[in-house]
Structure formats: structure tokens, C-alpha cells
């Protein structure tokens, strides 16, 4: 393996191809369930019954997400995988954007396959549409694809757009957008089943990255547009909600699933070797994968200096699977294989540096209050896991945390008294 193919590998932001690299390793066993199979399985027993099915967790969705997709791919389902943070900005996103998104992948599949004149609503809605951003229909295209994709270009390079949909339109386009949608869809469905296949599966990833009031308005107050698709629908769902809107997804019976981080240390601090295991394999998965699993661990001086090393890597991690990527990532920006120890405790030291100094006096009073097990704000505690200052584990007693500055924040002293 060269070493741009390793570069490339380690890169926290790349997305592996489960169908053609064996990048991939399955930490079920360390996760406590195979989470991906459950719902796959609930899929594939209800072909002709949509379902409605929503994934949280720390890390590894998106990896799980296209796990999925393969999966069901296999079993004779079609899927559509919308990854929305690559089009649009997540701190302001929309419902109506999201339907865009959707309408415009659909519609890729679909548009060469149905008569335009079986499409009821749709012609009317991208009209509406063009008329609020003022766009006119291109020149000599009657392609409702390439039309709706001007209208997501505008959006894209266009903040005052955006401003005019989240502000002015939205509870207008919302109804007649949802209903475009649901249309297309329902003949997407017909013409699946006509050439033999399973159904329609949408995976809506990214939406993990809401915050709790815009979860709410999604997920909550909009939920019911969720909910009503006729096929099979997955969404990515943020680790923490407010107890109004965990009350609504009760009340509406959707299935919410939780993807943890691994446990490598339990609440008396004892490792727990499976998922030290597992998360060894992941890497090494990474720096040898024209090796066999079996075959890796005894190869590891290829990769490390010691098997120490890679150990010391893994729990540094604290089972966060992108957070280790990102480690790895450093120690092969600043060496070839195998990786010296030296060169990790670099990367660490490096690493708590640059963090330590992003941490306000507020957040090390946050992090007192996590770390105690005292209540914490769900918007502070979702903002230290998402900035990885704190971690939250699950274990038979229920959830837990442990943060890489434990050290500093329980003996309560101020950041400015640490140099």
C-alpha cells in the first residue's frame, strides 16, 4: 500500500466504500448490538409498510448508514442517501431544504423513467418556487430536475435567498413542497415494484447535527411531514433531545436507535479488552488492509513501533472512532510507518494543547457538573461532545462521563492559573 493510498486511508474526512475496501471492521460486539441489523431487519420484514426508524449516536453514523444502504441494496431495495451538510449548512437548515435535497435526488431516478404529465403537483410547486426567488425557468429546459437544481443553486450561492425561504416562505412552500414530494415518491415506489424490486428506502443523513431547538421544530412540530412518506425512511437524530419532543416520538411509536461509543475503560477504569480489540483492528484495518484480520495483529510492527503504541493510540480515543482517525491522521502527517512513540506523544500533546485553549470558564464549569453526574443543560452537554471535551458512555446503571481533562476540571482550576 503506497503512501498516499495510507495518507488518504487516515483522513478523518474520508468516507470508505464498503463495496470495494476492506477498510471496514464491525464493532458490533464492542457496541453491546449490531444496532444497523436491527433496522435493517425491520425493513426487509415490512416491504409493503413504510417505516419510520431514527439513529443518534457519537460516531461511525454515516459508516453504518452506508452499511445499511449496501445492505438492503443486496435484499432488492432501492436507496436514496442524502448526506445534507454537503449542500447546505446545517446551523439554519430547513425543512423545506431538506424536501428540496430529496425532490432533486429523486428526481434523478425518476425523471426518464415517468411521463411528465402523470406529475400533478410537482409543475405547480416548482413554479411557486421560482416565482419567491425571483428565477426565472433556463432558456429552452423543460426538465423538472434541472430546474429544481437552479432553485438549490440559488440557495447555495445566495444567502439572502436562504434568508427570504427560512423567514418568509417556508410555512407557505411547506405544505405544497411536502406534497410534490410524497408524489413523486409514490411513483417512484410503482415504478420499483414494476421492475421486480423491494421498495424505496430514504436515509437522511447529517440531521444529527441539529441543535435542540432546531430538533425540536423538525422532529417535533414538523414531524408529522416526517412520518408520512410512503416508503421506508431512516434519519440521523441528534445524541440529545428535549424531554417535550422524546414525550412526542413516544407518543408517534418511532423507533429510535442509539449508536455508542465504545467502552474502553468502565466506571472503575478497568479496560475493557473487546473494544480495545476491536478499535486496534480499526486501524490497523486502515494501514493494512491487503491483510487479513487475523493476520494483521501479527503484523503490527509494520504499522507501529510496539504494539504499546497502537494501544496507547486507541485509548487516547476514548472510543470516539473519528476523534481516532484525526489522531492516526497526525502521527502520519509527521512520519512513514511504522509509527514511533515518540511521534504520538507529539500528536497527544499537540492535540490537548490546541483544545485545552478552545475551553472558557463556563465550560469547565460544565464540565464539573458532567463529570459529578449533576444535571447538565442538554445545549452544554451536546456542545462539549461535539467540541470532544466530554464522553458519554452507557452501561447497565445507565450513562456516564469522562472527559480528557478530568485531571484539571475536578480540581475546579481556572484555565488562566494552568500556565
Given amino acids: 500500500m503506497s ?23 464491525n464493532l458490533a460486539e464492542g457496541r453491546g448490538e449490531d444496532v444497523i441489523k436491527r433496522m435493517r431487519r425491520m425493513i426487509a420484514l415490512s416491504p409493503n409498510r413504510p417505516t ?41 437548515i430547513s425543512l423545506c431544504e431538506i424536501w428540496l435535497l430529496l425532490l432533486n435526488l429523486i428526481l434523478s431516478q425518476l425523471e426518464k423513467q415517468v411521463d411528465s404529465h402523470a406529475l400533478r403537483y410537482l409543475p405547480s410547486t416548482i413554479i411557486e418556487l421560482e416565482k419567491c426567488f425571483k428565477l426565472s425557468p433556463p ?22 435567498q436562504r434568508f427570504k425561504l427560512l423567514n418568509y416562505f417556508e410555512s407557505r412552500l411547506k405544505s405544497s413542497l411536502f406534497t410534490a414530494v410524497e408524489e413523486v415518491i409514490v411513483l417512484e415506489v410503482d415504478r420499483l415494484k414494476r421492475s421486480d424490486k423491494k421498495g424505496l428506502v430514504i436515509v437522511i443523513d447529517n440531521l444529527d447535527q441539529l441543535t435542540v431547538n432546531q430538533a425540536d421544530l423538525i422532529f417535533g412540530e414538523s414531524g408529522k411531514y416526517l412520518r408520512q412518506f410512503p416508503c421506508h425512511t431512516v434519519y440521523t437524530f441528534p445524541i440529545v433531545a428535549s424531554d417535550e419532543l422524546k414525550s412526542q416520538l413516544q407518543d408517534y411509536s418511532s423507533t429510535r436507535y442509539h449508536l455508542p461509543n ?15 480489540d476491536l478499535l486496534c483492528q480499526l486501524v ?7 491483510l487479513e ?18 494501544t496507547r493510540l486507541c485509548l487516547a480515543s476514548y472510543g470516539h472512532l473519528t476523534y481516532l482517525i484525526s489522531l492516526l491522521y497526525g502521527c502520519i502527517q509527521r512520519q512513514s510507518l511504522p509509527i514511533q512513540a515518540d ?14 485553549a478552545t475551553i472558557r470558564d463556563s465550560d469547565w464549569h460544565s464540565l464539573q457538573l458532567g463529570l459529578t453526574g449533576q444535571s447538565l443543560s442538554l445545549d452544554h452537554a451536546l456542545n462539549l461532545m461535539r ?27 481556572n484555565k488562566s492559573l494552568m500556565f
Avoid at 59 to 71: I, N, S, W
Avoid at 262 to 276: A, K, M, T
Avoid at 293 to 310: C, K
Fill in 3 to 25: 503512501q498516499l493510498e495510507i495518507f488518504t486511508a487516515c483522513n478523518p474526512s474520508y468516507t470508505i466504500c464498503l463495496k470495494k475496501e476492506n477498510y471496514y471492521v
Fill in 52 to 92: 419510520y426508524q431514527l439513529l443518534s449516536g457519537h460516531t461511525g453514523k454515516t459508516t453504518e448508514l452506508l452499511r445499511l444502504q449496501a445492505e438492503l441494496e443486496q435484499q432488492g431495495f432501492m436507496v436514496v442517501y442524502i448526506a445534507v451538510a454537503q449542500y447546505l449548512p446545517m446551523e439554519d
Fill in 139 to 160: 432558456i429552452g429546459i423543460s426538465s423538472y430536475k434541472l430546474r429544481l437544481q437552479n432553485v438549490l443553486q440559488s440557495l447555495q450561492d445566495n444567502p439572502s
Fill in 262 to 276: 465504545l467502552v474502553l475503560r468502565d466506571r472503575q477504569g478497568v479496560i475493557n479488552e473487546v473494544g480495545l
Fill in 284 to 290: 490497523l484495518a486502515r494501514l493494512l488492509p491487503h
Fill in 293 to 310: 484480520p487475523n493476520q494483521r495483529l501479527s503484523q503490527v510492527t509494520t504499522a507501529f513501533d510496539s504494539h504499546e503504541t497502537l
Fill in 343 to 356: 511521534t504520538l506523544d507529539q500528536v497527544l500533546e499537540t492535540v490537548r494543547e490546541t483544545r485545552i
Fill in 387 to 413: 467540541r470532544l471535551l466530554l464522553f458519554e458512555y452507557h452501561d447497565d446503571e445507565g450513562n456516564w462521563f469522562v472527559s480528557p481533562f478530568s485531571d484539571v476540571a475536578l480540581r475546579g482550576i
